[in-house]
């Protein structure tokens, strides 16, 4: 697998603390979102997804909120652990476009210290 | 169980070659698309299809052209290769035009030289 390394933001934590991942999306029309980890190597695996329709959701110690006024994203990770560092991405799908294909964030990379 | 693969997973070539990356996947999916990953871009789109005989562009379309005449398979070409198209490569598949279920390949790191 593949991986680039991309100058991106970084966060730093803590092993055991939570973890906020943010994203400005760029299409208010977007009704559809995902937050994706990308490893060292790896393509970008599937973490968690929202509708439009909804402002939170919760996953197995992951929890996205969108909030559509201010066209924000958040990834939270619960009790961080060294197995969750990896570039981070959101993407956001836009209808109407004549176009179905998911536009990505450029990424922010989570350190977790030991 | 279902996978989508790509092939090679290093390639190096010259300027004006033509080069093909291979995408194959088991999904039975209709959807696929082809992106390449930069420094400070992300993910940007290059083509992608609906199924068997469709192609359409994305942002990044110049110097690629894909063709589907199965559903499983998606290969991507460059005409005749440039070194800004060193970079490298993610095939992904999906369930519905809408995104879900949207699986990535493992990637293609060509470089040309």
């Known amino acids: 697998g593949e991986s680039v390394g991309l100058h991106l933001p970084t966060l730093s934590v803590q092993e055991g603390d939570n973890s906020i991942i943010n994203c400005a999306y760029s299409?208010?029309?977007?009704?559809?979102f995902i937050w994706y980890k990308q490893e060292s190597g790896k393509g970008p695996q599937f973490i968690i997804d929202?509708?439009?329709?909804?402002d939170k959701r919760q996953g197995q110690r992951v929890t996205v909120l969108l909030n559509k006024t201010v066209k924000h994203l958040s990834l939270q990770i619960a009790a961080t652990q060294p197995g969750d560092s990896a570039v981070y991405f959101c993407?956001?799908?836009?209808?109407?476009?004549?176009?179905?294909?998911?536009?990505f964030g450029s990424g922010t990379r989570l350190q977790v210290q030991p | 169980d279902a996978e989508i693969t790509q092939s090679p997973r290093h390639k190096i070539t010259e300027t004006g070659r033509q080069v093909t990356l291979a995408c194959h996947q088991t999904w039975n999916h209709n959807n696929m698309f082809w992106y390449r990953q930069d420094l400070g871009h992300g993910l940007r789109l290059i083509h992608y299809s609906y199924g068997v005989q469709d192609t359409n562009k994305g942002e990044v379309s110049d110097g690629y052209s894909v063709s589907r005449s199965n559903t499983e398979d998606l290969p991507l070409t460059l005409e005749s290769a440039a070194s800004s198209q060193t970079s490298v490569y993610f095939c992904a598949s999906s369930e519905t035009r809408q995104g879900t279920g949207y699986t990535f390949g493992s990637g293609t790191r060509l470089t040309v030289v």
């Open positions: 929202i509708r439009s329709n909804m």
């Open positions: 299409n208010s029309a977007s009704d559809y």
């Open positions: 993407a956001e799908n836009t209808p109407h476009t004549g176009r179905r294909a998911l536009t």
